[in-house]
Structures are given as C-alpha cells and as structure tokens.
C-alpha cells in the first residue's frame, strides 16, 4: 500500500509540475507564434496600402477590390517628370513695358511600371490571402468617399481578424489578445490598415512591427 500512495504522489507531483511549467510557458510560445504571423500580416498589409497609394497617385481613387488591384499592378505606369524653374516676358499693362514672368516647366522623362518601382522583390499575386490562415482566408478590403467639409476624400480599409491568424492558440490567450489594450501591441481584435472613417493610411499596429525583421 505504501508503495502505491508513493507512485500516486510521484504521479501528481509530475503532473502538477508540468501544468505549472505549461503556464508559464504556454503564453511565452503564444506570444512567439503571434509576432511571428502578425509580422507576416502586416507586411502584407503594408503592400497592400502602397498599391492602394499607387492607384490613387495615377487614378485620384482606390481600387475596390484585390482583382482591380493586382491588375492595376500588371499593367500601370508612373510618369516620370521633371520639374525647373523658369521665366519668360509678358507685356504688363499697367506699367507698358515688358517684365519678367517666374514659371515651372514640367518635362515629361518617360515612364516606369509600378509592378518595377514597388514591388520588384515582393509577390503581389496573391495580395489578398491572409498568411498562416486556414481554408485560403482572405482579407477584407473596402473603399469609401468621406465628405471633409465639402472635400470628397477617397479611403479604403484592409483587414482580417485576429481570430484567423490564431485559430490553432488557447481560446483564453486569444480571447485577451482581442481586448488587448497596450501601447506595444496590436489593439482590439483585428489587423487593419487604413480607415473608412477618417482619411489615414495608417495600419493600427505599433512601431515594433516596422523595425523588427526576425
């Protein structure tokens, strides 16, 4: 009997030490698993909004939706100019004599793909897929026109939730990095760039996300 009650007690003595053990670790991995795919999201993410500042550059709107932009991708140009400082005379009626006229002359040099300028080294084809996503879960894009006093500023918003790029964590891990408050994390319970609220192009993520690389 004794012998049985002491396996019993090595039995629960390595059990509770391995669920002490997994606390503490189990949100250290999390935390790894998490930077990890967000750091993958968001340089999409960034992709995504330097296409979209592309299109509205040459198109004065955004595309509505990943098929226009990666087209738009294949096939535009951006002009390429050159803008000097010059002068020429004009007859002035009040004084009658002719004067000095400071002007801008734009020359136009030529032209270079936008596909060649933004993303030479970067995959544009599959812009919309999430990575580390299940099922190819893709990333939720909408384009709207703000009224600014009068002004019809044209916006546009990416994003996927957190949810589907933690799909395979603990539910309670995931459910507080949704209610997440934090200067130095993502807050709230999405990735997204840009806004249908407000004329911005920002992505609501931290500075960490655009300095680290590893």
Same mark, same amino acid.
């Given at each position: ?10 039995? =629960? ?12 670790? #189990?949100? @250290? ?19 995504? *909004?330097?296409?979209?500042?592309? $299109?509205?550059?040459? $198109?004065?709107? !955004? ?16 002009? @390429?100019?050159?803008? *000097?400082?010059?002068?020429?005379? *004009? ?12 002007? +801008? ?8 793909? +936008? ?8 995959? !544009?084809?599959? =812009?919309?897929? %999430? ?42 891990? %995931?459910? *507080? ?7 130095? #994390?993502?807050?709230?319970? #999405? @990735? ?6 407000? %004329? ?15």
């Amino acid at each position: 009997m004794k012998t049985v009650i002491q396996i019993v007690l090595w039995a =629960l003595s390595i059990f509770f030490a391995y669920q002490i053990y997994n606390s503490v670790m #189990e949100p @250290i991995k999390f935390d790894k698993v998490k930077k990890q795919r967000y750091m993958a999201t968001i340089e999409k993410l960034k992709s995504i *909004r330097d296409a979209q500042e592309a $299109h509205r550059s040459i $198109h004065n709107n !955004y595309a509505a939706n990943f098929q226009d932009l990666i087209s738009f991708i294949d096939t535009a140009q951006f002009v @390429i100019l050159e803008k *000097r400082d010059s002068s020429f005379m *004009r007859y002035n009626r009040t004084f009658r004599i002719d004067m000095p006229v400071d002007t +801008v002359v734009v020359d136009t040099l030529g032209f270079r793909a +936008v596909k060649d300028s933004l993303f030479k080294s970067r995959n !544009y084809k599959d =812009l919309e897929m %999430v990575p580390f996503a299940q099922n190819d879960a893709k990333f939720e894009m909408k384009t709207e026109i703000l009224d600014k006093n009068g002004y019809k500023a044209p916006v546009f918003e990416a994003k996927v939730p957190k949810d589907i790029l933690l799909y395979d964590q603990p539910d309670y891990l %995931v459910e *507080r990095e949704n209610t997440m408050i934090d200067v130095e #994390e993502v807050n709230g319970n #999405e @990735i997204k760039v840009g806004s249908l609220t407000d %004329v911005s192009t920002s992505g609501n993520w931290p500075p960490y996300y655009d300095t680290k690389k590893d």
